[in-house]
């Protein structure tokens, strides 16, 4: 049996892995991807999928598109004594990068939370602080709206009076072009993916019960959508946009608290609302009353051809 399918019947065993670490996620953002397994004796004590990627004859470790982290995965066992939790960590995340790829560059955003910085330094790596906003769920829906900014509360106020907020997935075309002219006005694009690639994703994620589409209308004006992703631990806000027809602001507000809303019907514990370095949208997520939560991403770049390729795209 390969990794990949050694891997899969993991993933079904455990039940509880992270969305973007989904075999049924990799395949719908991969061209190819294989996983590194870590074992002791007959226990697994950790996994780590890796894209397959290689261009113009350079091996690349890159994080695949639209996803914000990818591993590794540590599985500690239940009687695990809190003075050998750091030491089992670093075993298996070592074990782990000895099974990855010999790529010259690497990419590769890391979950939040994992500290084994030394053993990717070790390996060659600079390790890049990125940021995230998790909000806790804990807390019933008046006590969120109480954290929030005042300014966000009062969007909602008045989103709510204005504006119906539906779940639908049949609009994604609409999604896509909204979020596009938003990049758009900032001067980027879309970066390797189209509305083909997000249409893979959206089914996978409905066949997986994954998702929602949060549309909020004014009459049958469409004034913003955001999708909702999920696992069964964690919502994550994956995408947005705003009808630039319109001039509602708050509406994309609205949807983020439906999909809070949702998440915490669930049952889930967090949601990840995919902070960014953006100052704009960082001032904005920040006022969910959400935490700071960091991330890494390992960088490296040994190729001459590649660096040569990255200084033409400046």
């Avoid at 990949?4 to 049924?24: A, D, H, R, S, V």
């Avoid at 070592?94 to 939370?113: F, R, S, Y």
Wanted: aromatic share 10%.
């Amino acid at each position: 049996m390969s990794n990949k399918e050694t891997y899969g019947k993991i993933c079904q065993q455990k039940g509880n892995l992270p969305l973007f670490m989904q075999p049924w996620w990799l395949d719908a953002v991969c061209k190819h991807w294989d996983a590194a397994i870590a074992k002791k004796g007959d226990m697994t004590t950790g996994v780590w999928p890796y894209p397959i990627e290689k261009k113009l004859g350079v091996t690349l470790l890159r994080s695949p598109v639209l996803t914000p982290y990818l591993g590794p995965m540590v599985f500690f066992p239940n009687d695990i004594k809190e003075s050998n939790v750091d030491s089992f960590e670093h075993d298996t995340v070592t074990d782990l990068m000895k099974q990855l790829p010999d790529a010259k560059v690497w990419h590769l955003a890391i979950q939040p939370g994992m500290k084994q910085v030394g053993i990717f330094k070790n390996n060659d790596l600079k390790p890049q602080v990125q940021q995230t906003f998790l909000l806790e769920l804990v807390d019933d829906e008046a006590t969120l709206l109480a954290n929030m900014k005042e300014s966000t509360r009062r969007n909602i106020r008045v989103a709510e009076g204005e504006i119906t907020v539906v779940n639908s997935t049949k609009y994604l075309k609409d999604l896509f072009k909204f979020h596009k002219i938003m990049l758009e006005k900032k001067g980027k694009s879309p970066a390797g993916y189209n509305l083909k690639m997000l249409q893979k994703i959206l089914d996978a994620c409905i066949a997986n019960d994954a998702c929602a589409m949060w549309v909020a209308k004014r009459g049958d004006v469409v004034q913003a959508i955001v999708w909702h992703i999920w696992d069964d631990n964690c919502s994550y806000y994956f995408m947005s946009g705003q009808n630039p027809e319109t001039n509602s602001h708050s509406s994309v507000t609205l949807c983020l608290w439906h999909a809070m809303k949702e998440a915490k019907r669930r049952g889930h514990q967090y949601f990840d609302l995919m902070g960014s370095m953006d100052e704009g949208v960082e001032r904005f997520f920040r006022n969910f009353g959400g935490d700071r939560a960091l991330y890494v991403v390992l960088m490296k770049n040994k190729s001459l051809l590649w660096k040569m390729k990255m200084a033409v795209l400046k």
